[in-house]
């Protein structure tokens, strides 16, 4: 249930016009004498009388000589500004909790999707700018290690640091291919002219690397 009490309660200022009034008309609780008291209102939270949060809210009446238009000292005889009673209003708020904790609930659920597709958006950026041109660098220098294959080049994409050394090596593939196929043809003259200069025919073949 959502309101679970309503009470108005009398000031002194009524007592002494009329009557003490009824049992339930009195103040119950000290929020109920602090905002007689004090003219302002007062708001509470506790454990309602069925179980579940409540708010106890007291909202003063206050005596003016211009309340919203109305004299209010011409029917009762207190002083100006006099607390002459107040409303005490009890409303659970269960359901409200309730909703509360079903927002939540969906909040973290959201929040744990948004992660998770975070996450993976990342690791596939990664995945394709890091990881893959990495691994590419790293199997095309292990191959021109292996068999000495100076024709071989690195796919160098991107101004990244991953593309700018794939472009040095290729570079670096490049001079070294020149430097070899230099060196390698003199080379291959001279040893032809000294083997077939000999009486013994001449089956040289020179082992040369790729280029």
């Known amino acids: 249930p959502g309101m679970q009490d ?13 009557d003490n009034g009824l049992a339930q008309e009195r103040p119950l609780d000290d929020l109920d004498r602090e905002v007689l008291k004090t003219g302002r209102a007062a708001y509470q939270q506790a454990t309602g009388a069925y179980g579940g949060l409540t708010l106890h809210s ?7 000589t211009n309340q919203r238009g109305i004299d209010c000292l011409k029917c009762h005889d207190v002083a ?25 609930r969906r909040l973290w659920i959201g929040q744990a999707v948004v992660q998770v597709f975070i996450f993976l958006l990342v690791r596939l950026i990664a995945r394709k700018a890091v ?29 990244d ?6 472009a040095a090596l290729n570079c670096m593939l490049g001079e070294v291919q020149d430097a070899l196929h ?27 690397p790729r280029m």
């Open 6 to 18: 309503v009470r108005v309660i009398r000031g002194a200022g009524i007592d002494k016009e009329f």
């Open 58 to 64: 007291v909202l003063p009446y206050v005596a003016k």
């Open 80 to 104: 100006d500004v006099e607390v002459i009673g107040a409303t005490s209003i009890v409303i659970s708020l269960a359901d409200d909790m309730a909703e509360i904790h079903r927002i939540d």
């Open 131 to 159: 990881a893959r041109p990495l691994g590419e660098l790293c199997d095309s220098i292990t191959a021109n290690g292996h068999d000495k294959d100076f024709t071989r080049r690195v796919s160098a994409c991107g101004r």
């Open 161 to 166: 640091e991953i593309g700018q050394t794939g």
């Open 182 to 208: 230099g060196i390698q043809l003199p080379g291959a003259a001279v040893m032809r002219e000294g083997v077939c200069s000999t009486s013994r025919p001449c089956f040289f073949t020179p082992f040369l």
